[in-house]
């Protein structure tokens, strides 16, 4: 990667240190060691810092190359330089993201709002590193779709992230859908939810096709607080994509439901990297975590790392992880009544993907997302 | 016909002639291959067939895929049918059933048209009207997933069926309507191969022969008489005559 000058009190600033004692992510780094990083950051790409413009008025948030270009009224865009981050998360790309980016890109929401974000890198061979903050307002619901139009970027880095404060008694659905046309761009998220007391986080993240990419959380729950954090991947061809996700239970009667999913074709790698984390202070939790891969593909892998890490003796918990094939009774039975195999093979992986595509509802999200995983499994 | 299942080789020179129109029902200890040749005739993965054909309207079924057996109208009503989370009974149903129309250059049924045929079926078995939202088998009753088996037979109308142990674990209710499914489907060209181990079924869907498989072989072919030695007697009966 292009070095980067930084002066002394850029150095002593916390978000440096941390980054320097995490050091920059190798092959052996804990939640990195599956993706192939090395390689990765160790490319030469063209690096500038994103000059802000005034956005244009526009239905989205729509945040091209780095720079926000359009938002719709009901958001109101400003940049924050001062911007705190979570000096305690565990990914060093983390900090290096928001060290990259000269400001954060802040987003306050009006409450019921449902806001789409779209992130545009229409430039070959560089790397983009940028985050945005979304706070919502206490008691309000707040609906963000996240979508990505990468097509253009080939060898390109786009290096990330959100930072949300979802405040108390306040629900973020956030859904994240991905839908990877090339092979060589590369997407790395690294993220952060903080939920306080009562609120809720609905985190629903849809990635399909070849590639590149990683998503790295960290979701930090109080009193009360509850996450239901779904992931649907179809990795195909010779991807490499999926998420690390580190839920943390902090208070008393803090809930979790965490599941994912993944279809793996072709030569394609899945993640999952779950950690469910309960405190000594988190009495009463109750945390679910599930994690189901189906090699499609012969050369297929998926490496799946479920866990729990509890320290009270009072809560509900429980946790599994299965990989496999489509069962060949299952595939028989249809086929028996005179559905083709590959139909009877299309079947049972709609619905065995359909079971958290459907937690959408019906509409406009439903039926893209239902339409890129049809398209995406075809390819 | 030999066929084995693994190592083990289970019907040991079966010889059978299955008679257009008829009802032909084969009883047999536990083990003597009754569920291995129905899973020879539908192509079941499990069962190798080692040794000799089995012709249906002229062609080899052994040279065709299990989908290709059942688009010329061979089925199978499972003793066991599995459960398909996520598939939707109706979404199978109406594929199966358009597969087979294409097959044989038919116009498809569309979803409205298959929609009212499906709720006719169901009516008439005397199941829940959210048979048709369900998930295929998923959660099914004993008695639920022999109905559903029916309705598919009465929906898909095939030409040689073969029901596996139909009459196991259905109360009296459930049997009475699983038979009048059965009979509904009589139509003097179709025929029957039913497997059990009952006779009380019988009392509802009238045999024209029966068959006695033991250790993987038919040892002895009758009418419905043989069913009452057989209750009377047991399969001593038949051993005695060898």
């Not at chain 1, 240190?17 to 490319?43: D, H, V």
């Not at chain 1, 239905?59 to 958001?75: D, L, Y």
Request: charged share 30%.
């Amino acid at each position: 990667m292009q070095a980067v000058t930084l002066s002394l009190a850029d150095a002593r600033h916390p978000l440096y240190e941390r980054l320097s004692e995490l050091g920059i992510p190798g092959n052996k780094t804990e939640q990195y060691k599956n993706f192939a990083i090395k390689p990765l950051l160790a490319k030469e790409y063209a690096f500038k810092e994103a000059k802000q413009v005034e956005p244009k008025e526009g239905s989205r948030v729509v945040i091209e190359n780095g720079v926000v270009v359009e938002s719709p009224k009901n958001v109101k865009i400003s940049f924050e330089e001062d911007f705190k981050a979570d000096e305690e998360h565990y990914d060093a790309l983390y900090f290096m993201s928001h060290v990259l980016s000269k400001s954060v890109i802040r987003l306050e929401i009006d409450a019921d709002a449902v806001v789409e974000i779209e992130h545009r890198i229409s430039e070959k061979e560089r790397l983009f590193a940028y985050r945005l903050c979304v706070t919502t307002p206490p008691n309000g619901r707040v609906e963000i779709m996240e979508t990505f139009d990468i097509k253009e970027s080939q060898n390109a880095l786009l290096l990330y992230g959100v930072d949300a404060e979802v405040a108390r008694d306040a629900t973020l659905r956030w859904v994240r859908h991905e839908n990877a046309e090339i092979d060589n761009a590369v997407v790395i998220g690294s993220h952060r939810y903080n939920v306080a007391k009562q609120g809720a986080i609905e985190l629903k993240t849809f990635d399909f096709g070849s590639g590149l990419a990683l998503h790295l959380y960290k979701i930090d729950l109080d009193n009360y607080a509850w996450t239901d954090a779904q992931h649907l991947l179809l990795a195909t061809k010779e991807a490499r994509r999926g998420n690390v996700v580190h839920i943390n239970h902090n208070q008393p009667y803090a809930k979790s439901v965490h599941e994912a999913r993944a279809i793996l074709k072709d030569k394609a790698t899945g993640i999952f990297d779950g950690k469910i984390m309960v405190g000594h202070e988190a009495k009463y939790s109750n945390a679910k975590q599930n994690s189901k891969a189906i090699l499609l593909g012969e050369h297929a892998h998926m490496y799946a790392k479920p866990q729990l890490e509890i320290y009270t003796d009072e809560l509900e918990a429980s946790h599994g992880s299965t990989i496999g094939q489509l069962e060949e009774e299952t595939l028989f039975y249809l086929r028996s009544r005179g559905v083709a195999l590959d139909d009877a093979k299309k079947m049972l992986v709609l619905a065995f993907a359909n079971t958290l595509i459907e937690t959408l509802g019906e509409g406009e999200a439903f039926d893209k997302i239902h339409a890129d995983f049809e398209a995406a499994y075809y390819v | 016909m030999h066929a084995k299942i693994g190592d083990k080789e289970i019907l040991k020179g079966l010889d059978l002639e299955l008679q257009k129109g008829k009802i032909h029902v084969i009883m047999g200890t536990n083990g003597a291959g009754k569920s291995t040749l129905s899973k020879a005739i539908v192509g079941h993965y499990d069962v190798e067939v080692t040794q000799g054909e089995i012709i249906y309207k002229g062609k080899n079924l052994l040279e065709m895929e299990p989908e290709e057996r059942a688009l010329e109208g061979v089925f199978l009503s499972f003793q066991n049918p599995v459960e398909i989370p996520g598939v939707n009974n109706a979404y199978f149903l109406r594929n199966a059933l358009n597969a087979k129309e294409k097959h044989h250059g038919q116009k498809e049924t569309n979803a409205a048209e298959f929609l009212k045929l499906m709720r006719k079926h169901i009516e008439q078995l005397g199941m829940k009207p959210d048979m048709i939202s369900r998930a295929l088998n998923d959660g099914f009753s004993g008695g639920e997933k022999k109905r559903n088996e029916i309705l598919q037979m009465e929906i898909l109308q095939p030409e040689v069926i073969i029901l596996d142990e139909i009459d196991s674990g259905l109360d009296i209710d459930a049997l009475k309507s699983v038979s009048e499914g059965i009979n509904r489907m009589k139509n003097g060209e179709r025929t029957f191969l039913v497997i059990t181990h009952y006779s009380r079924i019988l009392d509802y869907i009238h045999p024209d022969y029966v068959h006695i498989l033991q250790d993987g072989k038919i040892v002895k072919t009758g009418g419905p008489e043989l069913v009452k030695i057989l209750e009377a007697e047991g399969y001593q009966a038949v051993q005695k005559d060898l």
